[in-house]
């Protein structure tokens, strides 16, 4: 038999409700927020991710799905959002945009080849925004003051917010240089992936998931030490701008990031849920000023985040909250006979044009069953068909949740539609 792939999973007819939901609440959320939708290609150019993401980070290192496609070009499926939405903007030109800066989202797979853990997929779903042409603290509150609102939208309330400044690039080399002295000594303790990162990404030691206790971790230098007056001045203007809004926060001095783009603000949102498990990050994004210029792009900057709908739904469900399940049909039509399924067939062909939802049974039951079946489907109207309905053209239109009846014409459709919806949809 063949199986589906590992660290990827099936979201079945019974579940697809929960997703329909939490979608239908992010894309009111992101209009709320004033963030259009943009839609990028499953599969991009594997060099933007190398450039955009980094050489050096696990993603491109060990986890990126690459293919060369039959014109022998190297293609990714792309492992995160930010990368595509970056090459789409200069690509665009939306520098030029009249809407600036420019606010987006998106909802879409994403694939890394990751080893398979509760709440660590191959193929998950992100939901991410990114605001690009701006620099200023208040569009960064912006994008934490959205995230946070998605959480508690859904009534979560185990969620804690960290948030650090990675600075400039000046205050970034200042800190990588201190971290090499600090740890270059010593690295032969350290595992062969934290041995070349000390090379090529030194701050990436301090989110090692194999050395977080090493001693040296714990003792690392902290960022904002080496972080220039304008990082740390923008770094407090963030910080007083979240107290205004009365987001609650704590400052986690070795959040990096797993991806290299990002300067300045970056920030995690964790669950401290009970049974969510050992991966507790729900959401991650920050600042990228200089992604734009390497990727060959104008020279502005952006802010962004993501989170996977995967781990919204673990926490949901660590939280024991539950998305309301959707409503029944309006309507199941039981028939006794042949002649009453055509008829059956007929009308209801007839109702869902006018937008009753309705459904009959396929499968030759008795009548027990098929009521049994209306029954599961919700239905909140029944009619039963059969040779003495077909001869007076009239039927009982039956209420199911007060029991009530009506005696219907059955070839006066808009009688019938006024009676269904005025017990509501
Ligand atoms: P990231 O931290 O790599 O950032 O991923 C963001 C979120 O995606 C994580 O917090 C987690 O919820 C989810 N996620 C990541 N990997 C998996 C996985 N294997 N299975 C399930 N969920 C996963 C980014 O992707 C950046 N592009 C975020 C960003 C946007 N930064 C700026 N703008």
Redesign the pocket.
Known sequence: MIQIPRGTQDILPKDTYKWQFIEARLHQIAQDYNYSEIRTPVFESTELFVRGVGGSTDIVNKEMYTFQDKGDRSMTLKP???APVVRSYIENKMQHDVNQPVKVYYIAPMF?Y?RKQK???RQ?V?F?I?AIGVEDPLIDVEVISMLMQIYKSFGLSNLKLYINSIGDQDSRSAYNEALVAHFKPSIGEFCSDCQSRIDTNPMRILDCKKDRDHPLVKQAPRIYDYLNEESKAYFEQVKINLDALGIGYEIDYNLV???DYYTHTAFELMSDAEGFGAIT??????R?NGLLELLDGPTETGI?????I??LIMALEAEGIEIPKPQGIDLYICTLDDASRTAASRLIHQLRAEGISSDMDYKNRKLKAQMKDADRKGAKHTIVIGEEEMDTNTAELKNMSDGSTKQVKLEDIKVLVELIEEVGS
Do not use: D
């Open positions: 995160e959002g930010t890394r990751e709440g660590r997929y998950f992100q991410g990114e990031r797993g991806l990050t729900l959401c991650g994004g920050g990228y962004g985040f993501a989170l996977s995967e781990r």
